[in-house]
């Protein structure tokens, strides 16, 4: 740490033992202070009700509802055989701690049965005060009550939300995650798959054709540990910023056409980079779409079209013009289309995939550029 640099006043957040250990060392202090106090307005016998009060509150983080009904007890028989009419204090931090740490309605019934006993306690206790000035006091222990109640409520509500955020968050951690893997390992799979049978077929009759197609099983299947590797370091990884750094973008769009396994016609139109996210998620959509080639047309030629004339937006579109084959029953397949459909919502845009009337399929995707690209 830099000289420069502000130190933390309290290097980490205490454990529960050591809160527990607060808990008492206030408990007894506050116990000590009220129980002098009352020895002084009312005798031995308030001193020593006044500690008794506060004691149980020592033990309030473990047992929060139990604690408050013990304390609040103690303050009624405080009032009604002793007169300290403060014992209600003690009451406020219980009913903090229950409002922090149980749910809503178990909390708000323990607010209203604090509010009732201690107003009863008030106002039923023969003492020498108008009845103007015994109604002061309840409003003003009644509130004075509730306001801890509503800090602790808070609490609670502030540690619900992050962790329902929490929760969203590796919600859509897991999602981005199975997102990736299923277009790095379905592409490549069925690529390495199609191309092997095709290898296979072809042995015989034409030796040049096999090594050549086992050759793109090869190339494939090096690709797919390369993309693996990069997704485990990113996993690795404690940033963001490993993902765009290292994700593939237009200039691995020549490397994955020519190892789809179709011919595949490419063009790219010149045009102002784009953000990092949106490069992955060209490449993305093209890589599914070529997928959805092999798997559905097998060797039929494809064309690739980027279109960069667009200052706002980049368009995509993959065609192939043979009639597709019957849909492919391999195991876990009919996912590509979603998969696509995602990856351009995420970027704020659309796309459309659908059969050509002369035969074959056609996928189309358009995508803002974004703010980065603007600049």
Same mark, same amino acid.
């Given at each position: 740490?830099?000289?420069?640099?502000?130190?933390?006043?309290?290097?980490?957040?205490?454990?529960?033992?050591?809160?527990?250990?607060?808990?008492?060392?206030?408990?007894?202090?506050?116990?000590?202070?009220?129980?002098?106090?009352?020895?002084?307005?009312?005798?031995?016998?308030?001193?020593?009700?006044?500690?008794?009060?506060?004691?149980?509150?020592?033990?309030?983080?473990?047992?929060?509802?139990?604690?408050?009904?013990?304390?609040? %007890?103690? *303050? $009624?028989? =405080?009032?009604?055989?002793?007169?300290? /009419?403060?014992?209600?204090?003690? &009451? #406020?931090? +219980?009913?903090?701690?229950?409002?922090?740490?149980?749910?809503?309605?178990?909390?708000?019934?323990?607010?209203?049965?604090?509010?009732?006993?201690?107003?009863?306690?008030?106002?039923?206790?023969?003492?020498?005060?108008?009845?103007?000035?015994?109604?002061?006091?309840?409003?003003?222990?009644?509130?004075?009550?509730?306001?801890?109640?509503?800090?602790?409520?808070?609490?609670?509500?502030?540690?619900?939300?992050?962790?329902?955020?929490?929760?969203?968050?590796?919600?859509?951690?897991?999602?981005?995650?199975?997102?990736?893997?299923?277009?790095?390992?379905?592409?490549?799979?069925?690529?390495?798959?199609?191309?092997?049978?095709? %290898?296979? *077929? $072809?042995? =015989?009759?034409?030796?040049?054709?096999? /090594?050549?197609?086992?050759?793109? &099983? #090869?190339? +494939?299947?090096?690709?797919?540990?390369?993309?693996?590797?990069?997704?485990?370091?990113?996993?690795?990884?404690?940033?963001?910023?490993?993902?765009?750094?290292?994700?593939?973008?237009?200039?691995?769009?020549?490397?994955?056409?020519?190892?789809?396994?179709?011919?595949?016609?490419?063009?790219?139109?010149?045009?102002?980079?784009?953000?990092?996210?949106?490069?992955?998620?060209?490449?993305?959509?093209?890589?599914?779409?070529?997928?959805?080639?092999?798997?559905?047309?097998?060797?039929?030629?494809?064309?690739?079209?980027?279109?960069?004339?667009?200052?706002?937006?980049?368009?995509?579109?993959?065609?192939?013009?043979?009639?597709?084959r019957p849909p492919s029953r391999r195991p876990?397949?009919?996912?590509?289309?979603?998969g696509m459909r995602e990856r351009a919502a995420?970027?704020?845009?659309?796309?459309?995939?659908?059969?050509?009337?002369?035969?074959?399929?056609?996928?189309?995707?358009?995508?803002?550029?974004?703010?980065?690209?603007?600049?």
């Open positions: 740490m830099g000289d420069g640099e502000a130190r933390p006043l309290v290097a980490g957040r205490l454990r529960d033992g050591q809160w527990h250990g607060v808990d008492t060392v206030a408990a007894v202090l506050l116990a000590l202070a009220f129980g002098a106090s009352g020895t002084r307005s009312g005798g031995w016998g308030a001193g020593a009700v006044a500690a008794a009060v506060w004691l149980p509150v020592a033990v309030r983080r473990r047992r929060p509802v139990g604690v408050l009904y013990t304390v609040l %007890a103690g *303050a $009624v028989l =405080a009032m009604a055989f002793t007169g300290w /009419e403060e014992s209600w204090i003690p &009451v #406020g931090v +219980a009913l903090y701690t229950v409002a922090a740490r149980e749910p809503r309605r178990r909390s708000a019934t323990a607010l209203g049965c604090s509010l009732g006993a201690v107003a009863a306690a008030l106002a039923l206790v023969p003492r020498p005060v108008p009845a103007s000035g015994v109604a002061g006091d309840v409003v003003f222990a009644s509130v004075m009550m509730t306001l801890p109640w509503l800090v602790g409520t808070a609490l609670r509500e502030q540690r619900s939300y992050a962790e329902l955020a929490a929760r969203q968050a590796l919600t859509d951690e897991r999602l981005r995650i199975a997102r990736e893997l299923h277009d790095v390992v379905a592409h490549h799979l069925t690529v390495i798959a199609v191309r092997a049978e095709v %290898a296979r *077929a $072809v042995a =015989a009759a034409d030796p040049q054709e096999a /090594e050549r197609t086992l050759a793109l &099983v #090869g190339a +494939a299947g090096r690709t797919a540990l390369t993309e693996m590797r990069r997704m485990l370091g990113v996993l690795r990884s404690p940033g963001d910023g490993a993902e765009l750094g290292s994700a593939p973008g237009l200039a691995d769009l020549p490397t994955l056409a020519d190892g789809a396994g179709p011919r595949v016609e490419l063009f790219v139109d010149p045009g102002p980079p784009l953000p990092p996210g949106v490069e992955l998620a060209v490449y993305r959509i093209v890589q599914e779409a070529l997928t959805n080639v092999v798997r559905h047309a097998g060797s039929a030629d494809c064309r690739v079209h980027l279109s960069r004339t667009d200052p706002e937006a980049v368009g995509i579109e993959v065609v192939n013009d043979a009639p597709a876990g397949g009919g996912h590509g289309l979603v995420m970027c704020g845009g659309t796309l459309s995939a659908g059969p050509l009337a002369t035969g074959g399929f056609r996928v189309h995707a358009r995508l803002p550029r974004g703010p980065e690209a603007a600049r």
